[in-house]
C-alpha cells in the first residue's frame, strides 16, 4: 500500500468531465484550455491532452509547464510581466494576453511575432466570494474603460474576459453573457478571439451542455470570434482523493480524529474560503477530522463512519483536485502527499513522492 498521505487522481473519475469538455467543443465550435492555475499536475497531460486544446496559464513558470508538458495551444496570461520574463514568455506562448493598457504600450513590441490580447473586466461576475471577486471595488483585474479599450484596438486580436467562479447557472451565464454583447459587443466585432475564461460549472451534474453549446456557438457568430474556455475546476472536479490516515483519537467532548494530513497545508483553499473538505458521511459514527499541525483551526471538517475508527484506519477526502496541488506548503513540515495515479485498469502507481530533501530545498 502507498504510504499516506498521498493524492489519488482517478482516470476514471476524470473521463467523464474530459467527456463533457469534448462534446462542448465539438458542439460549440469553442477551444477549451486547462487552467493551469487550478490544476497543474502534469503526469496526467497525456490523458487530458486527447480531450482538450491546449493551456491557460498565470505566470512565466506556468507558462513553460504548459508548453513543455501539454503543448499544443499555449496562452499565456499574467497580472504583470516582468522585464525579465516577458522576453522568455513570448517564447513559451502562442498568445500572449496583457492585464492593463500600460503592460500592452511597455511590451507590446516584444510580443509583434504572436497573438496579443488584454484582459477585459466587465465590472460584474458572479462570484459570491469578495476575495475572488474579479470586479470588486477598485479590481486591478483587466481594463474597462471603452476609451482604454480603443487605445488598444489596432495592437490586439482578442481579449480574455474571467467573470464566473464556480456558476453552475446556465440561465445567469447567458443573462451576463447578454451584458457582454451589450456593452462590449462593438469592440467585440473587430477581433479574432474572445476567451470567457473559467469558472463555468459545465461538467456539473445535470448542467445543461446542449444550451451552452447553442449560446456559445450563437456568440461566436454574432461577435465573428473564435471563443475560448479556461475550464480548471470543471475538468478535474470530483476527480482525486486526498487519502490520509488516523493517527489519533481525541475525545473532549466531541470525538475528534487526527490524521497525517492538514488542511492548512493540503487543502488550503478550503480554509481561505471558510470552507469544509468533502468527508464520508454514511454511518452513525461521528468526528470531526483535524490535521496535525499546530495551527487551531486545522479541521477538515465533520465526518461519520459505519464503524467507529481506530488507529491506522484510512480516510478517502474527495475532490481534491482542484487548487490543492498547486497550493500544497511545507506549513509545519508536515510531509507533503505523495500525487498517485489510477488508471483505467484499476491498476495505481505512485508518480511522485516528497522527502525531507524536498523540504530543505525549498527553504535555502
Known amino acids: 500500500m502507498i504510504q499516506t498521505p498521498y493524492y489519488l487522481i482517478d482516470k476514471a473519475r476524470l473521463l467523464p468531465n474530459m467527456e463533457k469538455i469534448a462534446r462542448l467543443r465539438d458542439a460549440s465550435g469553442a477551444k477549451a484550455l486547462l487552467a493551469l492555475k487550478c490544476f497543474s499536475t502534469w503526469p496526467v497531460f497525456d490523458f487530458?491532452?486527447?480531450?482538450?486544446?491546449?493551456?491557460?496559464?498565470?505566470?512565466?513558470?506556468?507558462?513553460?509547464?504548459?508548453?513543455?508538458?501539454f503543448g499544443k495551444e499555449t496562452h499565456a496570461y499574467s497580472v504583470g510581466w516582468a522585464d525579465h520574463e516577458i522576453d522568455e514568455a513570448v517564447s513559451h506562448a502562442d498568445k500572449i494576453i496583457f492585464n492593463s493598457l500600460g503592460q500592452l504600450d511597455r511590451f507590446g513590441a516584444k510580443a509583434a511575432g504572436i497573438a496579443t490580447g488584454l484582459r477585459l473586466n466587465p465590472r460584474f461576475s458572479t462570484s459570491g466570494f469578495d476575495l475572488a471577486d474579479p470586479a470588486r471595488p477598485f479590481s486591478r483585474l483587466g481594463e474597462w474603460d471603452m476609451a482604454r479599450l480603443e487605445a488598444a484596438r489596432d495592437r490586439i486580436t482578442g481579449v480574455m474576459i474571467h467573470?464566473?467562479?464556480?456558476?453552475?447557472?446556465?440561465?445567469?451565464?447567458?443573462?451576463?453573457?447578454?451584458?457582454?454583447?451589450?456593452?462590449?459587443?462593438?469592440?467585440?466585432?473587430?477581433?479574432?478571439w474572445v476567451s470567457l475564461g473559467g469558472g463555468i460549472h459545465f461538467t456539473g451534474e445535470g448542467y445543461p451542455l446542449d444550451k451552452l453549446a447553442d449560446r456559445l456557438m450563437a456568440f461566436s457568430d454574432a461577435m465573428g470570434v473564435q471563443v475560448y474556455l479556461e475550464p480548471g475546476?470543471?475538468?478535474?472536479?470530483?476527480?482525486?482523493t486526498l487519502e490520509v490516515s488516523v493517527l489519533?483519537?481525541?475525545?473532549?467532548?466531541?470525538?475528534?480524529?487526527?490524521?497525517?494530513?492538514?488542511?492548512?497545508?493540503?487543502?488550503?483553499?478550503?480554509?481561505?474560503?471558510?470552507?469544509?473538505?468533502?468527508?464520508?458521511?454514511?454511518?452513525?459514527?461521528?468526528?470531526?477530522?483535524?490535521?496535525?499541525?499546530?495551527?487551531?483551526?486545522?479541521?477538515?471538517?465533520?465526518?461519520?463512519?459505519?464503524?467507529p475508527l481506530e488507529i491506522g484506519d484510512r480516510i478517502s477526502i474527495d475532490d481534491a483536485a482542484g487548487y490543492t496541488m498547486v497550493k500544497k506548503n511545507w506549513f509545519n513540515g508536515v510531509k507533503m502527499p505523495g500525487i498517485a495515479l489510477r488508471e483505467l485498469d484499476g491498476s495505481v502507481r505512485l508518480v511522485r513522492d516528497f522527502g525531507y530533501e524536498d523540504f530543505a530545498a525549498a527553504l535555502g
Do not use: W
Request: net charge negative; with cysteine.
Open 233 to 240: 475546476e470543471a475538468a478535474v472536479t470530483r476527480s482525486t
Open 248 to 307: 489519533d483519537i481525541i475525545d473532549n467532548g466531541k470525538k475528534i480524529a487526527i490524521v497525517d494530513s492538514s488542511i492548512e497545508a493540503h487543502m488550503l483553499d478550503l480554509l481561505i474560503y471558510r470552507e469544509t473538505a468533502k468527508l464520508p458521511r454514511n454511518g452513525a459514527h461521528a468526528y470531526q477530522i483535524a490535521g496535525k499541525t499546530c495551527l487551531a483551526g486545522d479541521i477538515f471538517g465533520d465526518a461519520s463512519f459505519e464503524a
Open 163 to 192: 467573470y464566473n467562479c464556480e456558476n453552475d447557472d446556465f440561465d445567469l451565464f447567458s443573462e451576463q453573457l447578454t451584458r457582454i454583447e451589450r456593452d462590449f459587443g462593438s469592440f467585440l466585432k473587430t477581433l479574432d
Open 48 to 69: 487530458m491532452r486527447d480531450y482538450m486544446d491546449g493551456t491557460t496559464s498565470s505566470s512565466l513558470y506556468e507558462l513553460r509547464l504548459g508548453a513543455e508538458k
